[in-house]
Protein backbone atom coordinates (compact mmCIF):
# COMPACT_ATOMS: atom_id res chain seq x y z
CA UNK A 1 0.00 0.00 0.00
CA UNK A 2 1.15 3.55 -0.57
CA UNK A 3 1.01 5.86 2.11
CA UNK A 4 -0.82 8.16 -0.01
CA UNK A 5 -3.36 6.26 -0.48
CA UNK A 6 -4.10 4.99 3.12
CA UNK A 7 -5.71 6.83 5.64
CA UNK A 8 -4.32 6.94 8.75
CA UNK A 9 -5.55 7.76 12.21
CA UNK A 10 -3.15 8.21 14.17
CA UNK A 11 -2.76 11.08 16.58
CA UNK A 12 -0.59 13.04 18.62
CA UNK A 13 -3.11 14.21 21.22
CA UNK A 14 -4.28 11.35 22.64
CA UNK A 15 -4.61 12.66 26.76
CA UNK A 16 -7.29 11.81 29.13
CA UNK A 17 -7.71 8.06 28.44
CA UNK A 18 -7.78 5.70 31.18
CA UNK A 19 -3.94 4.47 31.10
CA UNK A 20 -1.17 3.84 28.69
CA UNK A 21 -2.56 1.42 26.82
CA UNK A 22 -5.97 3.10 26.02
CA UNK A 23 -3.52 6.22 25.21
CA UNK A 24 -1.47 4.20 22.49
CA UNK A 25 -4.49 2.29 20.81
CA UNK A 26 -5.80 5.57 20.35
CA UNK A 27 -2.45 7.35 19.06
CA UNK A 28 -1.49 4.54 16.96
CA UNK A 29 -5.32 5.20 15.54
CA UNK A 30 -6.18 1.66 15.46
CA UNK A 31 -10.16 2.58 16.95
CA UNK A 32 -11.87 5.59 17.31
CA UNK A 33 -14.89 5.20 20.32
CA UNK A 34 -18.41 5.94 19.82
CA UNK A 35 -19.62 6.68 23.20
CA UNK A 36 -18.64 4.74 26.51
CA UNK A 37 -17.66 1.09 26.13
CA UNK A 38 -18.25 1.11 22.28
CA UNK A 39 -15.51 1.24 19.65
CA UNK A 40 -14.64 1.56 15.72
CA UNK A 41 -11.75 -0.32 14.25
CA UNK A 42 -10.09 1.99 11.84
CA UNK A 43 -8.52 0.74 8.39
CA UNK A 44 -5.04 -0.35 10.59
CA UNK A 45 -7.11 -1.40 13.81
CA UNK A 46 -9.24 -3.46 11.42
CA UNK A 47 -6.08 -4.86 9.71
CA UNK A 48 -4.39 -6.22 12.79
CA UNK A 49 -8.28 -7.82 13.91
CA UNK A 50 -8.23 -9.69 10.97
CA UNK A 51 -4.84 -11.28 11.50
CA UNK A 52 -6.14 -12.18 14.73
CA UNK A 53 -8.93 -13.43 13.38
CA UNK A 54 -7.16 -15.76 10.38
CA UNK A 55 -4.84 -17.15 13.23
CA UNK A 56 -7.63 -18.43 15.23
CA UNK A 57 -9.37 -19.50 12.38
CA UNK A 58 -6.31 -21.10 11.12
CA UNK A 59 -5.77 -23.58 14.25
CA UNK A 60 -9.51 -23.63 14.47
CA UNK A 61 -10.29 -25.22 10.94
CA UNK A 62 -7.27 -27.57 11.88
CA UNK A 63 -8.78 -29.53 15.19
CA UNK A 64 -11.73 -30.06 12.73
CA UNK A 65 -13.90 -26.36 13.51
CA UNK A 66 -16.47 -25.89 11.34
CA UNK A 67 -17.49 -22.17 10.67
CA UNK A 68 -21.10 -21.04 10.97
CA UNK A 69 -22.68 -17.78 11.60
CA UNK A 70 -25.38 -17.27 14.15
CA UNK A 71 -28.37 -14.16 14.52
CA UNK A 72 -27.12 -11.67 17.46
CA UNK A 73 -30.91 -10.42 17.33
CA UNK A 74 -32.65 -13.31 19.02
CA UNK A 75 -36.49 -13.85 20.54
CA UNK A 76 -37.38 -14.76 23.80
CA UNK A 77 -38.25 -18.57 23.80
CA UNK A 78 -34.99 -19.93 23.71
CA UNK A 79 -33.52 -18.06 26.56
CA UNK A 80 -36.43 -18.67 28.69
CA UNK A 81 -36.25 -22.67 27.77
CA UNK A 82 -32.40 -22.16 28.88
CA UNK A 83 -33.63 -19.79 32.29
CA UNK A 84 -30.94 -17.51 31.30
CA UNK A 85 -33.47 -14.80 30.22
CA UNK A 86 -33.34 -14.25 34.38
CA UNK A 87 -29.99 -15.10 35.27
CA UNK A 88 -28.23 -12.61 32.34
CA UNK A 89 -30.68 -9.97 33.61
CA UNK A 90 -29.07 -6.42 33.67
CA UNK A 91 -25.97 -7.14 31.63
CA UNK A 92 -28.18 -8.60 28.19
CA UNK A 93 -29.73 -5.51 26.67
CA UNK A 94 -33.52 -6.59 26.18
CA UNK A 95 -36.34 -4.78 24.43
CA UNK A 96 -39.93 -5.00 22.21
CA UNK A 97 -39.85 -5.42 18.39
CA UNK A 98 -42.74 -3.71 16.81
CA UNK A 99 -45.22 -6.45 17.22
CA UNK A 100 -44.50 -6.15 20.85
CA UNK A 101 -42.47 -10.07 21.35
CA UNK A 102 -39.76 -9.94 23.81
CA UNK A 103 -36.20 -9.76 21.79
CA UNK A 104 -32.63 -9.48 22.51
CA UNK A 105 -28.95 -8.90 21.69
CA UNK A 106 -27.22 -12.31 22.43
CA UNK A 107 -24.21 -12.22 25.10
CA UNK A 108 -23.68 -15.49 23.90
CA UNK A 109 -24.86 -18.32 21.86
CA UNK A 110 -25.41 -21.67 23.29
CA UNK A 111 -29.28 -21.71 23.27
CA UNK A 112 -28.12 -20.04 19.66
CA UNK A 113 -25.95 -23.78 18.79
CA UNK A 114 -28.82 -26.13 20.17
CA UNK A 115 -31.29 -24.30 18.21
CA UNK A 116 -29.26 -24.75 15.32
CA UNK A 117 -28.57 -28.64 15.52
CA UNK A 118 -31.71 -29.63 16.67
CA UNK A 119 -33.69 -32.24 14.37
CA UNK A 120 -30.66 -32.55 12.44
CA UNK A 121 -28.15 -33.85 14.84
CA UNK A 122 -30.03 -37.33 16.20
CA UNK A 123 -27.75 -40.53 15.61
CA UNK A 124 -24.73 -41.06 17.98
CA UNK A 125 -22.76 -41.29 15.01
CA UNK A 126 -23.71 -37.51 13.80
CA UNK A 127 -21.48 -36.56 16.79
CA UNK A 128 -18.81 -35.36 17.68
CA UNK A 129 -19.42 -32.03 16.03
CA UNK A 130 -17.26 -28.38 16.54
CA UNK A 131 -19.18 -25.55 15.72
CA UNK A 132 -17.38 -22.15 15.63
CA UNK A 133 -18.14 -18.64 14.47
CA UNK A 134 -16.32 -14.90 14.69
CA UNK A 135 -19.06 -12.42 15.89
CA UNK A 136 -20.35 -9.44 17.75
CA UNK A 137 -21.35 -10.15 21.27
CA UNK A 138 -23.75 -7.62 22.77
CA UNK A 139 -23.50 -7.14 27.12
CA UNK A 140 -24.57 -3.69 29.04
CA UNK A 141 -21.01 -3.74 31.60
CA UNK A 142 -19.63 -1.21 32.52
CA UNK A 143 -17.22 0.16 30.44
CA UNK A 144 -13.52 0.12 31.43
CA UNK A 145 -10.10 0.35 30.09
CA UNK A 146 -10.77 0.80 26.19
CA UNK A 147 -11.08 -2.38 24.58
CA UNK A 148 -11.11 -4.77 27.54
CA UNK A 149 -14.46 -4.26 28.54
CA UNK A 150 -17.03 -2.97 26.31
CA UNK A 151 -20.83 -2.96 25.00
CA UNK A 152 -20.09 -4.51 22.14
CA UNK A 153 -17.20 -6.56 21.35
CA UNK A 154 -15.92 -8.82 18.71
CA UNK A 155 -15.45 -13.56 20.33
CA UNK A 156 -14.84 -16.29 18.59
CA UNK A 157 -17.29 -18.56 20.36
CA UNK A 158 -16.99 -22.23 19.59
CA UNK A 159 -19.59 -25.18 20.73
CA UNK A 160 -18.43 -29.37 21.02
CA UNK A 161 -21.43 -31.46 20.75
CA UNK A 162 -20.88 -35.03 22.51
CA UNK A 163 -22.98 -38.30 22.83
CA UNK A 164 -20.14 -39.35 26.14
CA UNK A 165 -18.85 -37.50 28.78
CA UNK A 166 -15.41 -39.25 27.52
CA UNK A 167 -15.76 -37.36 24.34
CA UNK A 168 -16.57 -34.09 26.07
CA UNK A 169 -13.10 -34.58 27.88
CA UNK A 170 -11.16 -35.47 25.02
CA UNK A 171 -11.85 -32.58 22.46
CA UNK A 172 -12.19 -30.33 25.70
CA UNK A 173 -8.22 -31.17 26.07
CA UNK A 174 -7.83 -30.70 22.20
CA UNK A 175 -9.41 -27.10 22.39
CA UNK A 176 -7.37 -25.96 25.38
CA UNK A 177 -4.56 -27.28 23.39
CA UNK A 178 -5.15 -25.59 20.32
CA UNK A 179 -5.53 -22.38 22.53
CA UNK A 180 -2.47 -22.51 23.90
CA UNK A 181 -1.56 -22.93 20.39
CA UNK A 182 -3.48 -19.57 19.25
CA UNK A 183 -1.90 -17.49 22.10
CA UNK A 184 1.32 -18.56 21.23
CA UNK A 185 0.85 -18.24 17.45
CA UNK A 186 -0.38 -14.46 17.92
CA UNK A 187 2.78 -14.01 20.98
CA UNK A 188 0.86 -13.14 23.55
CA UNK A 189 1.87 -13.99 27.43
CA UNK A 190 -0.89 -15.95 29.24
CA UNK A 191 -1.37 -18.62 31.73
CA UNK A 192 -4.19 -20.94 32.94
CA UNK A 193 -6.49 -20.51 35.95
CA UNK A 194 -8.79 -22.81 37.07
CA UNK A 195 -12.19 -21.05 36.80
CA UNK A 196 -15.64 -20.60 38.32
CA UNK A 197 -18.70 -21.45 36.14
CA UNK A 198 -20.80 -18.88 36.97
CA UNK A 199 -23.10 -18.05 34.17
CA UNK A 200 -22.42 -20.55 31.62
CA UNK A 201 -23.11 -23.57 34.49
CA UNK A 202 -21.39 -27.18 33.57
CA UNK A 203 -18.96 -28.60 35.62
CA UNK A 204 -15.66 -27.61 34.62
CA UNK A 205 -13.95 -24.50 33.36
CA UNK A 206 -10.43 -23.20 33.11
CA UNK A 207 -9.22 -19.19 31.74
CA UNK A 208 -6.41 -17.97 29.81
CA UNK A 209 -5.21 -15.13 31.79
CA UNK A 210 -2.61 -12.26 30.50
CA UNK A 211 -0.46 -11.14 33.39
CA UNK A 212 -0.68 -6.97 32.47
CA UNK A 213 0.05 -3.72 34.75
CA UNK A 214 -3.81 -3.14 34.65
CA UNK A 215 -6.38 -5.69 34.10
CA UNK A 216 -9.86 -6.68 36.11
CA UNK A 217 -8.43 -10.20 37.26
CA UNK A 218 -6.46 -10.43 40.35
CA UNK A 219 -4.00 -12.92 39.36
CA UNK A 220 -0.84 -15.29 41.45
CA UNK A 221 1.17 -16.69 38.43
CA UNK A 222 4.13 -18.51 37.76
CA UNK A 223 6.84 -17.23 35.67
CA UNK A 224 8.88 -19.79 34.59
CA UNK A 225 9.37 -20.43 31.11
CA UNK A 226 6.70 -22.99 29.37
CA UNK A 227 5.08 -23.26 32.89
CA UNK A 228 1.37 -21.75 32.58
CA UNK A 229 0.46 -21.93 36.28
CA UNK A 230 -2.05 -19.03 37.49
CA UNK A 231 -5.01 -18.61 40.14
CA UNK A 232 -6.76 -15.51 39.79
CA UNK A 233 -9.69 -14.07 42.39
CA UNK A 234 -12.17 -15.92 40.70
CA UNK A 235 -10.63 -19.29 41.02
CA UNK A 236 -12.57 -21.79 43.21
CA UNK A 237 -8.41 -22.92 44.28
CA UNK A 238 -7.89 -20.83 47.57
CA UNK A 239 -5.29 -20.64 49.53
CA UNK A 240 -2.40 -20.35 46.91
CA UNK A 241 -0.10 -16.49 47.45
CA UNK A 242 2.71 -15.04 45.70
CA UNK A 243 5.66 -16.48 47.57
CA UNK A 244 4.34 -20.03 47.52
CA UNK A 245 5.73 -22.52 45.29
CA UNK A 246 4.67 -23.36 42.08
CA UNK A 247 2.20 -26.77 42.24
CA UNK A 248 3.56 -27.22 38.37
CA UNK A 249 7.28 -26.88 39.02
CA UNK A 250 8.12 -25.78 42.04
CA UNK A 251 9.55 -21.85 40.80
CA UNK A 252 8.14 -18.84 43.29
CA UNK A 253 4.72 -17.83 42.33
CA UNK A 254 4.22 -13.79 41.90
CA UNK A 255 1.09 -11.49 42.28
CA UNK A 256 -0.01 -9.36 39.55
CA UNK A 257 -2.76 -8.35 37.27
CA UNK A 258 -4.56 -10.35 34.44
CA UNK A 259 -6.84 -10.21 31.37
CA UNK A 260 -8.88 -12.85 30.64
CA UNK A 261 -8.32 -13.43 26.89
CA UNK A 262 -9.95 -16.88 26.40
CA UNK A 263 -12.64 -19.38 28.69
CA UNK A 264 -12.96 -23.26 28.04
CA UNK A 265 -15.85 -25.03 29.87
CA UNK A 266 -17.40 -28.25 29.78
CA UNK A 267 -21.21 -27.42 29.85
CA UNK A 268 -22.05 -31.21 30.13
CA UNK A 269 -25.99 -31.17 29.49
CA UNK A 270 -26.95 -27.91 30.85
CA UNK A 271 -28.05 -26.81 27.85
CA UNK A 272 -29.01 -29.95 25.97
CA UNK A 273 -31.32 -31.04 29.22
CA UNK A 274 -34.23 -28.26 28.97
CA UNK A 275 -34.18 -28.18 25.31
CA UNK A 276 -34.38 -31.62 25.27
CA UNK A 277 -31.69 -31.98 23.03
CA UNK A 278 -31.26 -35.92 22.62
CA UNK A 279 -29.03 -38.44 20.29
CA UNK A 280 -30.25 -42.12 19.51
CA UNK A 281 -27.31 -44.51 20.85
CA UNK A 282 -26.06 -48.01 19.07
CA UNK A 283 -28.07 -49.47 22.63
CA UNK A 284 -31.72 -48.41 21.24
CA UNK A 285 -32.01 -45.96 23.83
CA UNK A 286 -31.72 -42.51 24.11
CA UNK A 287 -29.00 -39.58 25.62
CA UNK A 288 -28.47 -35.77 25.92
CA UNK A 289 -26.16 -34.66 24.13
CA UNK A 290 -22.67 -33.46 26.21
CA UNK A 291 -21.41 -30.02 25.06
CA UNK A 292 -18.59 -27.52 25.85
CA UNK A 293 -18.27 -24.25 25.17
CA UNK A 294 -14.81 -22.26 24.27
CA UNK A 295 -14.51 -18.27 23.63
CA UNK A 296 -11.68 -16.00 22.56
CA UNK A 297 -12.33 -12.12 23.18
CA UNK A 298 -10.80 -10.78 19.83
CA UNK A 299 -10.93 -7.18 20.67
CA UNK A 300 -9.49 -7.57 24.18
CA UNK A 301 -6.70 -9.88 22.59
CA UNK A 302 -5.85 -6.65 20.43
CA UNK A 303 -5.87 -4.96 23.77
CA UNK A 304 -3.61 -7.69 25.69
CA UNK A 305 -1.03 -7.25 22.69
CA UNK A 306 -0.49 -3.45 22.94
CA UNK A 307 -0.28 -3.29 26.49
CA UNK A 308 1.99 -6.42 26.63
CA UNK A 309 4.33 -5.26 23.54
CA UNK A 310 3.56 -1.68 23.17
CA UNK A 311 6.29 1.23 24.38
CA UNK A 312 6.80 5.03 24.01
CA UNK A 313 7.61 5.40 20.91
CA UNK A 314 4.44 3.54 19.99
CA UNK A 315 3.27 -0.73 19.41
CA UNK A 316 5.67 -3.47 19.31
CA UNK A 317 3.79 -6.60 17.81
CA UNK A 318 5.69 -9.73 18.63
CA UNK A 319 7.06 -11.51 15.83
CA UNK A 320 6.49 -15.27 16.47
CA UNK A 321 6.48 -18.77 13.91
CA UNK A 322 3.66 -17.42 12.50
CA UNK A 323 4.44 -13.72 11.89
CA UNK A 324 3.33 -11.18 13.71
CA UNK A 325 -0.25 -9.27 13.54
CA UNK A 326 0.77 -6.23 12.61
CA UNK A 327 -1.16 -4.04 10.47
CA UNK A 328 1.99 -3.95 8.08
CA UNK A 329 4.45 -6.03 7.89
CA UNK A 330 7.07 -4.33 5.94
CA UNK A 331 7.55 -0.35 5.87
CA UNK A 332 9.88 0.97 2.74
CA UNK A 333 10.96 4.53 4.30
CA UNK A 334 13.21 6.54 1.06
CA UNK A 335 15.05 9.39 2.00
CA UNK A 336 13.37 11.49 -0.73
CA UNK A 337 10.60 9.51 -2.69
CA UNK A 338 12.25 10.61 -5.82
CA UNK A 339 14.66 9.14 -8.94
CA UNK A 340 16.03 6.34 -8.70
CA UNK A 341 15.57 5.91 -4.71
CA UNK A 342 11.61 5.97 -6.14
CA UNK A 343 12.34 3.73 -8.31
CA UNK A 344 14.03 1.53 -5.89
CA UNK A 345 11.50 1.99 -3.37
CA UNK A 346 8.60 0.59 -6.18
CA UNK A 347 10.47 -2.32 -7.01
CA UNK A 348 11.15 -3.28 -3.40
CA UNK A 349 7.00 -2.49 -2.77
CA UNK A 350 6.47 -4.88 -5.52
CA UNK A 351 8.84 -7.72 -4.41
CA UNK A 352 7.40 -7.19 -0.94
CA UNK A 353 3.42 -7.94 -1.95
CA UNK A 354 1.98 -4.52 -2.15
CA UNK A 355 -0.60 -5.85 0.67
CA UNK A 356 1.01 -6.28 3.66
CA UNK A 357 3.65 -3.31 2.74
CA UNK A 358 3.55 0.54 3.83
CA UNK A 359 5.69 2.49 1.39
CA UNK A 360 6.19 5.56 2.62
CA UNK A 361 5.96 7.78 -0.82
CA UNK A 362 4.48 11.16 0.37
CA UNK A 363 5.90 14.16 -0.29
CA UNK A 364 5.12 16.09 2.63
CA UNK A 365 6.88 13.79 5.23
CA UNK A 366 10.52 13.80 6.63
CA UNK A 367 12.17 10.95 7.44
CA UNK A 368 11.60 11.59 10.70
CA UNK A 369 8.08 11.46 10.66
CA UNK A 370 8.05 8.43 8.65
CA UNK A 371 10.45 6.77 10.99
CA UNK A 372 8.19 7.43 13.39
CA UNK A 373 4.99 6.74 12.17
CA UNK A 374 6.22 3.12 11.47
CA UNK A 375 6.97 2.76 14.93
CA UNK A 376 4.18 3.71 16.12
CA UNK A 377 2.22 1.73 14.47
CA UNK A 378 4.64 -1.09 15.46
CA UNK A 379 5.19 -2.28 11.98
CA UNK A 380 8.00 -5.04 12.39
CA UNK A 381 10.67 -4.20 9.89
CA UNK A 382 11.63 -1.48 7.82
CA UNK A 383 13.51 -0.97 4.59
CA UNK A 384 15.88 2.31 4.53
CA UNK A 385 16.45 3.97 1.19
CA UNK A 386 18.62 6.14 1.32
CA UNK A 387 22.70 7.54 1.33
CA UNK A 388 23.93 4.25 1.77
CA UNK A 389 21.63 2.41 -1.06
CA UNK A 390 22.83 5.19 -3.21
CA UNK A 391 26.63 4.62 -2.63
CA UNK A 392 26.61 0.58 -2.22
CA UNK A 393 23.20 -0.41 -3.64
CA UNK A 394 22.37 -2.03 -0.43
CA UNK A 395 19.45 -1.56 1.55
CA UNK A 396 19.85 -0.93 5.16
CA UNK A 397 16.89 -3.05 6.84
CA UNK A 398 16.00 -2.34 10.33
CA UNK A 399 14.03 -4.38 12.82
CA UNK A 400 11.36 -2.65 15.33
CA UNK A 401 13.82 -3.50 18.23
CA UNK A 402 16.52 -1.38 16.22
CA UNK A 403 18.84 -3.99 14.96
CA UNK A 404 20.23 -3.22 11.41
CA UNK A 405 21.99 -4.97 8.59
CA UNK A 406 22.49 -4.07 5.32
CA UNK A 407 21.21 -6.58 2.40
CA UNK A 408 21.17 -6.12 -1.23
CA UNK A 409 17.92 -4.58 -2.61
CA UNK A 410 16.93 -8.71 -3.91
CA UNK A 411 17.10 -10.29 -0.85
CA UNK A 412 14.72 -7.94 1.07
CA UNK A 413 11.20 -9.90 0.27
CA UNK A 414 12.54 -13.07 1.15
CA UNK A 415 14.00 -11.77 4.58
CA UNK A 416 11.40 -10.09 5.31
CA UNK A 417 8.91 -12.95 4.07
CA UNK A 418 10.57 -15.77 6.22
CA UNK A 419 10.26 -14.07 9.64
CA UNK A 420 6.83 -12.99 9.00
CA UNK A 421 4.59 -15.70 6.82
ZN1 LIG B 1 5.44 -23.02 37.44
Redesign the pocket.
Known amino acids: MRRSDVTLFTSREAQGWENDTVQLTVRAGLVRQFGGGLFGFTPTGERVRRNVIRRIEAEMDAIGGQLVSLPTLQYKPIWEQSGRWGSFEGEMFTFENRDGQAMCLAPSHEEGIVHLVEGSVRSYDDLPVLLYQVERKHRDDHPRNGLLRTKEFTMKDAYSLHATEASLDEWYTRLREAYCRIFDAVGVDFVVADAQNSVMGGSASEEFVAPVENGSLELVY?E?VG???GVTDESPTGGIDAGDA??????T?VAGEGIEIGHVFKLGTRYSDPAGLTVDTADGTTRLVQMGSYGIGVDRLVHTLVEQHGGETGLRWPVTDHGSVAPYTLAIVPLDYDEDIAAAADQLHHACGRGAVLLFDDDDQTIGERFAESDLLGIPWKAILGNHYRETGEVELEKRDGKKRFVALDDVAEIVGRSSN
Open positions: CACRFCPDCGEL
